[in-house]
T-cell receptor, first 117, second 111 residues
Framework: EAGVAQSPRYKIIEKRQSVAFWCNPI?????LYWYQQILGQGPKLLIQ????????DSQLPKDRFSAERLKGVDSTLKIQPAKLEDSAVYLC???????????????FGAGSRLTVL | AQSVTQPDIHITVSEGASLELRCNYS??????LFWYVQSPGQGLQLLLK??????LVQGIKGFEAEFKRSQSSFNLRKPSVHWSDAAEYFC?????????FGAGTRLTVKP
């Protein structure tokens, strides 16, 4: 099966500019996650979707970050305006979702590396 | 508070030596437990998972992990490390829809 697709792989912008990342999850996966991974740290959940609804966005800096999953398939994460501390890798992951142990198995994309100058 | 701790930031082992990476968690209930590996410039790849049953689980690439409820630990082991195992390893803990990751352990393999 095809994996989780993310684009772009790399992006360099100046502070106060905007950027958008795109993710296409594995077909049939109801749950989609966006994680932020700062260099030297573990992934931190930004937002979790179940189909096209938000399950958890408690750690999303909503003054500058937004995300949508309009048709319950692919998703876009936007940052506007970007700050220096937003430099990180943005990882998208998907899982089957629902109940049961298998619902929690995440498959990750390769990530989008953002550098803010 | 719920947390996942990987006490070792960086470990260096010689090729062919055994490996153990530590992971401790703090949760109210027994969570689902995972180990992921991340090579430079890549996303995270699932090594193994524990949901229930046998506390010793086998994963890919010759890795195994043991769940010890009394110690709230889920340590990752490999009997003989290969140079290609050099990477970052993340322990993850899931309860319901909540999935949290440790800070990671970077593994360096000496020739």
């Amino acid at each position: 099966e095809a994996g989780v697709a993310q684009s772009p792989r790399y992006k360099i912008i100046e502070k106060r500019q905007s950027v958008a990342f795109w993710c296409n999850p594995i077909s049939g996966h109801a749950t989609l996650y966006w994680y932020q991974q700062i260099l030297g740290q573990g992934p931190k959940l930004l937002i979790q979707f179940q189909n096209n609804g938000v399950v958890d966005d408690s750690q999303l800096p909503k003054d500058r970050f937004s995300a949508e999953r309009l048709k319950g398939v692919d998703s876009t994460l936007k940052i506007q305006p970007a700050k220096l501390e937003d430099s990180a890798v943005y990882l998208c992951a998907s899982s089957l979702g629902g109940r049961g142990a298998g619902a929690n198995v995440l498959t990750f994309g390769a990530g989008s590396r953002l550098t803010v100058l | 508070a719920q947390s996942v701790t990987q006490p070792d930031i960086h470990i260096t082992v010689s090729e062919g030596a055994s490996l153990e990476l530590r992971c401790n968690y703090s949760y109210g209930a027994t969570p689902y437990l995972f180990w992921y590996v991340q090579s430079p410039g890549q996303g995270l790849q699932l090594l193994l998972k524990y949901f229930s049953g046998d506390t010793l689980v086998q994963g890919i690439k010759g890795f195994e992990a043991e769940f010890k409820r009394s110690q709230s630990s889920f340590n990752l082991r490999k009997p003989s490390v290969h140079w290609s195992d050099a990477a970052e390893y993340f322990c993850a803990v899931g309860v319901g829809n909540d999935m949290r990751f440790g800070a990671g352990t970077r593994l360096t393999v000496k020739p």
